[in-house]
């Protein structure tokens, strides 16, 4: 159950006190042009659905020997059509060179947004794809066991055989049949083990 | 033994019936680096400092370092097959390792596993590795004698049950030497001896161990290996754990001595620990907190008080010094932590003098109350007197003409140092001790030649046991009597005396 998907990138040390930064100071610009959750859900569409499928774009804003009048102009035509706050902040952005920590400034400022807005990021792993009405029954029942609205994020992995993993935060709930086979087989293995320890005799095979 | 296969299968299918499935909730967090015996973790919000994390594979972790983003972790084991992005899960408990009579006479690693391949350690027990150190109203002063079986040692700087009594030097002077005397002379006192071997070569701890066993020396002791190819975490907290094994027994009422060989690795194993987790270096590149790391170490050997039961760890540190530089970093904290120190010097060894003690800077500062008062009144100014003779020789060295007065103390003081001469793994009882001293400073080997004192010693204390047992006897009746061996008209004095002088009578050096 190792951490996958393109969500789910390691933890960038380095990038985070920068993306801490320019969230905040996107989080604050948005609210004054009060389109909060639409600048930011922008901002995570073009991070998760437009830089991959290009890299060269991602490639030609993130170099410094691009100059600073032409990523401008490649910025105006490609995202005029959001809000004019992303469109300012991307270039803020470029203009200090920082456009490589655009990953991590659109994850931490849907962090920020979630925490003030008392949403939590549930993720749920289960062994097979779950129909979307049950997505719904999921949402409302964690929601009511957490007391805060909750956004459901949901993967598959076939090795956890079946059952649910539920990770709220850094706390994982684990009812997965994987992890209570291997916790039986613990249990059992060391009943036994302290059995045999105790009482020698009850399992020795008789010599005659 | 053969095992019945069926009996365990009923235990198992017991268990699987009796098995109520509970949902598994775990902090976790993942692995973003990982090398040299540490790892580095994001998540794990809730992780306390000291806290045990586990990695994929039952590998254990503590938490040693929380940061704002991450928390630096301390790899207990096998780090090579940890990888960037695994799981790691807090368990919510501190590192303890098991504890009680089975560890006695095993060789284990510092978080309590096997060495020996004498199976598992049979017992429920397990004590925090850290645990805080008895308060001021816990305890009561060190009065009991831990006897080394040296001579030198007992007379000259005793050390007594709780204290805590550094053997420094350079490397090959009988550091260790002097900790494995103390340790084979506990036999058939009930004394549990813990001998930590931390960053040592693991032939030299295979040849300690091969020693204690010929001694008979297993049956009390417990050996904690971490070598030194272990890994710079199991270094750093097996004196912890040693000290937590030794702890179950003392609060019990028991006593127990614990050997640290050696300080000063561990302390480089927390160096490198330290730079590794980038905490700022100090002196030495140390960091910051070394001292604590030995102060509350140390601060956990204690003789309890009455109301506790009474029992006591007392600990033999050993610190090894470059070129006889005792003002480093580490010998000088230990030394201020410490309640005493036995300093061997490397030119003493070479001259044959071993125990190579310097007796001038040697010091026990609570072990003179704990001492046997018959020891206490022959070897009372022999420290001193040593000392004096110490100049006294490098005086006479200039060839000048010397009175008879002083020529006399030069030799009384030439046989005192033959005296205290000892073979190695020979310890000797406090009474044997207490007779050949005396025999010494009151000036009965005055005739002997310098280069006949051994033999006059062997064969003395073999005349004593063969034909002056009573003798013997009464003197250990009257050990801790304070005018034994002090005033002339007391029975053990004269007693003592006379046999001497019967021995003198009969042997002719």
Redesign the interface.
């Known amino acids: 159950?190792?951490?996958s998907g393109s969500g789910n990138l390691?933890?960038d040390?380095e990038r985070?006190y920068i993306g801490t930064v320019y969230a905040k100071g996107l989080l604050g610009a948005a609210e004054k042009a009060n389109q909060v959750t639409q600048v930011v859900d922008e901002l995570e569409s073009i991070v998760v659905d437009v830089l991959p499928q290009l890299p060269k774009l991602k490639l030609l804003l993130e170099s410094p020997r691009v100059p600073m009048e032409v990523k401008e102009k490649v910025l105006n035509q490609s995202f005029s059509a959001g809000s004019s706050v992303l469109l300012t902040f991307l270039k803020v952005v470029c203009r200090h060179g920082r456009f490589d920590c655009l990953r991590v400034i659109s994850r931490t400022a849907t962090a920020l947004l979630q925490e003030q807005t008392g949403v939590v990021e549930v993720r749920v792993t289960t062994a097979e794809l779950v129909p979307e009405s049950m997505h719904e029954e999921l949402k409302t029942k964690l929601g009511q066991i957490l007391e805060k609205q909750v956004v459901i994020r949901t993967e598959t992995d076939a090795d956890i055989l079946g059952g649910l993993v539920v990770?709220v935060?850094?706390?994982?709930?684990?009812?997965s049949v994987a992890?209570?086979l291997s916790?039986?087989r613990r249990?059992?293995?060391d009943?036994?083990?302290?059995?045999?320890?105790q009482s020698?005799d009850?399992?020795?095979?008789d010599?005659s | 033994?053969?095992?019945?296969a069926d009996?365990?299968a009923s235990?198992?299918q017991q268990?699987?019936e009796q098995?109520d499935?509970q949902?598994?909730?775990?902090?976790?967090?993942?692995v973003?680096e990982v090398g040299d015996g540490i790892a580095?973790v994001?998540?794990?919000?809730?992780v306390a400092a000291g806290e045990m994390v586990e990695f994929p594979g039952g590998i254990t972790g503590l938490a040693f370092n929380l940061e704002e983003?991450?928390v630096g972790v301390i790899i207990l084991g096998d780090y090579l097959t940890i990888n960037?992005?695994?799981?790691v899960k807090a368990m919510g408990q501190l590192l303890s390792v098991p504890v009680g009579e089975a560890v006695l006479g095993r060789i284990i690693d510092p978080l309590g596993n096997p060495l020996d391949g004498k199976g598992?350690i049979?017992t429920?027990e397990r004590r925090n590795v850290e645990t805080i150190a008895p308060g001021v109203a816990e305890r009561q002063p060190v009065h009991e004698p831990m006897q080394t079986g040296l001579k030198a040692i007992d007379a000259m700087t005793p050390v007594g049950r709780g204290q805590r009594e550094l053997i420094i030097g350079d490397r090959k002077t009988g550091k260790t030497a002097i900790a494995i005397d103390a340790i084979i002379n506990q036999k058939n006192t009930g004394v549990k001896c813990f001998y930590v071997a931390v960053g040592q070569k693991d032939s030299s701890v295979a040849a300690v161990v091969d020693q204690l066993e010929e001694a008979g020396a297993m049956d009390y002791t417990t050996v904690i290996i971490s070598g030194a190819s272990s890994p710079a975490p199991l270094q750093y907290i097996a004196p912890y754990s040693g000290t937590s094994m030794a702890e179950y027994f003392m609060y019990n009422g028991e006593h127990c001595l614990v050997v640290y060989d050696d300080l000063s690795k561990q302390a480089a194993a927390y160096r490198e620990l330290s730079l590794l987790m980038r905490r700022p270096p100090g002196r030495e590149a140390f960091p910051g907190d070394v001292f604590y790391c030995h102060s509350r170490l140390l601060e956990r050997s204690v003789k309890l008080s009455a109301e506790l039961g009474g029992g006591s760890i007392t600990s033999l540190p050993v610190i090894e010094t470059l070129e006889g530089e005792v003002s480093a970093y580490i010998p000088t904290n230990v030394i201020s932590i410490t309640d005493g120190q036995i300093y061997l010097q490397p030119d003493l060894f070479f001259a044959g003098i071993r125990p190579a003690m310097n007796a001038g800077i040697s010091v026990s500062r609570v072990g003179g109350a704990a001492q046997v008062k018959a020891m206490r009144n022959v070897s009372g100014s022999l420290r001193l007197d040593l000392a004096a003779f110490r100049e006294l020789e490098a005086f006479a060295q200039l060839g000048t003409d010397l009175d008879a007065a002083t020529q006399s103390r030069l030799d009384r003081g030439y046989r005192m140092v033959e005296l205290l001469k000892q073979q190695q793994y020979s310890p000797m009882n406090v009474v044997d001790q207490i007779m050949v001293i005396f025999a010494g400073t009151k000036g009965y080997l005055d005739k002997v030649p310098t280069n006949k004192v051994g033999e006059w010693e062997s064969l003395f204390l073999e005349f004593i046991h063969d034909k002056k047992q009573d003798v013997w006897d009464l003197l250990d009746q009257n050990k801790d009597n304070k005018d034994a061996m002090k005033k002339a008209d007391h029975p053990a004095t004269q007693a003592v005396v006379a046999a001497i002088e019967e021995f003198a009578a009969n042997h002719k050096f």
Not at chain 1, 169 to 175: M, P, S
Request: aromatic share 8%.
């Open positions: 159950m190792s951490a390691a933890y040390t985070q990770r935060g850094d706390t994982v709930f684990d009812g992890n209570q916790q039986i249990t059992a293995v009943q036994a083990m302290q059995q045999i320890r020698l009850r399992f020795a095979v010599a | 033994m053969k095992f019945n009996e365990i235990v198992i268990e699987i098995y499935s949902i598994d909730v775990r902090e976790v967090g993942t973003l580095r994001h998540g794990l919000t809730g983003n991450s960037e992005g695994d799981e598992p049979n429920t």
